[in-house]
Every structure is written in C-alpha cells, then in structure tokens.
C-alpha cells in the first residue's frame, strides 16, 4: 500500500510555483517499514489544485507498533512555506 500526503497551495494562484519534499525516518525505517520518497511538486499559473506526495509502505510479516514517517517541505520557488513546513505521519501494523 501506500500513504497519500496532500500539500495545499495558498494565497492565490497567480504565477507558477514549486516546492520540494522528503520523507525521513521517525520511528519508521526506510526501505524496511517504507519507501523512501523525494521529489518536486509544481503548481503552474493558474493551478490551485492539491498536489499529492505519495509513500510508499512496505508490508512485512513482523508484529509493530505504530510507527512515524517524517515529511518536510524545503526549497521552495517564487513563494514562501506556510506555517506547516513539515508533517509526522503514523503508519499502523497490519499484522
């Protein structure tokens, strides 16, 4: 499966705009709880519309407790980061 992280564009939408993601390990590890995940989001004049980060989650057989992904927005272009530049996401075990 997989953790879908809406990240909003506010203000306007006027003018093209980006932003850079990361996952971090929380609790979580990458590439044995999940898929680590990088990349760009763009929002092009005129486009207000939610862009999605998707995470992959790796499945295993090992009973868990919940465990945390962290998800940080940096390096943004022609805008500035609202007051949540960063999310803790929990991922439950389905063991």
Known sequence: GAISVMV????????????????????????????????????????????????????DTLRESAETILVRLGNVQTASLGAQASATVTITDND
């Open 8 to 59: 909003n564009r506010s203000g306007g939408s006027t003018g093209a705009v980006s932003v850079a993601y990361t996952t971090a390990n929380g609790s979580a590890q990458a590439g044995s709880d999940y898929g680590a995940t990088g990349g760009t989001l763009v929002w092009n004049n005129g486009d207000a519309a939610p862009k999605t980060i998707r995470i992959p989650i790796l499945n």
